[in-house]
């Protein structure tokens, strides 16, 4: 295949300059024959907030960028400076990946439908009657979401700021034949006692966050339990969760769907899934920081 098309595209948000997307839609890209270039927009770095969303994305457009990802903590905010929003993203009230085209600019969300593939892929046969989620952000909507179009039947939504909790759950019962609850972190044991799995959606475990969400105590071999962190790799959480007996999902595969189907929106290509997987544990291995 030959493609005449060089792309240029960026990630927008705070801490970003270790991600290791830049290397997977590169290396992915040059594997399809796509000339690729991916550039991080570190607003930290470059002494910027949220607030210069707007500034950020007529520098984009004008200098030739053909889309940009999106990621904490702009992927509620970036939605006013678009110009529409699949359907999917509106629902969420959060965009991950936009496109500037002829039409103008175009958000979309792939933390879902790659939190979608990740779970109906590394954890096919995970019972889903109730499960509880620790998370109420941009990310824990899109995996909320997901858990839902999933076959979930009873979902409680714990977040240190309940009033987040409650408002994702009236918006996720608006869209979906299912009881989803909001509870607040007091009602977390609870809630975990009654559950079939845990999805973990919050910044603890990360290497900049390190520790465990809840306590250990409240693990049990008949608890599956999924984290979208994946830097570290193997959490805190999937640690102590494995040494428990439950089945574990890490992040790895969320950061990894949601970048197979960024790439194709940009692209209109199909990524090779199982190639970028490959990919992204070479890359861990070699970014890796250890659990403390």
Known sequence: MHVDHPYLVGLIGTGVGPSLTPALHMTEAAALGI??????IDLTDLGLSPDDLGDILAWCERLGFDAVN?????KRDVIAYLDRVDETAAALGAVNTVLFTESGRIGHNTDTTGFERAFRTGMPDAHLDRVTQLGAGGAGSAVSDALLRLGVRDLTIVDIDTARATELAAELSAR????VTAAGTDDLPDAVHRSDGVVHCTPTGMAAHPGMPFAEDLLRPDLWVADIVYRPLRTELLTAAASAGCTTLDGGRMAVYQAVDALELITGQRPDPDRMIRHFHDLVASHEIPIR
């Open 176 to 179: 979906h034949d299912a009881r």
């Open 35 to 40: 000339p690729y270039l991916y550039r991080t």
């Open 70 to 74: 999106v990621t904490h903590p702009c």
